[in-house]
């Protein structure tokens, strides 16, 4: 396996590779923005990987008034092995919905996702987004008042 990390204008050079089949696998550790690549290697090439990101922006209304909601919290997870480029719920990369009830996640690689809404007062959803690369998928959601069952207890 070989390793090496870009410099500033974003390079690579991995050498004594031998011919033949590899999988090359790139990964930014800030955004976890990732590309995985099959290559036949030959003698001297070079490869351009793109690790375009998506994202997903919308807004959350009260479904009783149409009224928008602050203060929701908004988390992203990755469905069927998309990265969520640390959008997930409840962790630091959880977001809140602003004063017009807008929110948003960028950096986000191409996936599928499933986006949970939690607000007290309010029963919690969840909806299930597609997230295209350069792309920021669309997401406007009504939350309806009352509150969530108890979770069950366990033995």
């Known amino acids: 396996m070989a390793r090496d990390v870009t410099d500033a204008a974003g390079a690579f050079r991995l050498e004594g590779l031998a011919a033949g089949p590899a999988s090359l696998l790139v ?37 009783a008034t149409g ?3 602050a203060d929701v ?8 092995g998309a990265s969520t480029g640390g959008a997930s719920f409840g962790g630091p990369s959880a977001r809140t919905s602003d004063a017009l009830g807008h929110f948003g996640f960028d ?4 996936g599928t996702y499933a986006v ?10 969840t909806a299930t987004v597609a997230v295209e690369a350069q792309g920021t ?11 969530d069952p108890p979770a069950a207890a366990k033995p």
């Open 27 to 63: 990964l930014d550790f800030p955004t976890h923005l990732n590309a995985r690549r099959a290559l036949d290697l030959e003698d001297d090439q070079a490869i351009e990987v793109d690790l375009a990101a998506g994202g997903i922006a919308g807004s959350v209304v009260d479904a």
């Open 67 to 69: 009224l928008p909601l």
């Open 73 to 80: 919290t908004v988390g992203a997870t990755a469905v069927g």
């Open 107 to 110: 950096t986000l690689v191409a």
């Open 116 to 125: 949970t809404f939690q607000k007290p007062g309010y029963l919690t959803r």
């Open 137 to 147: 998928a669309a997401l406007d959601l009504a939350l309806a008042p009352g509150e």
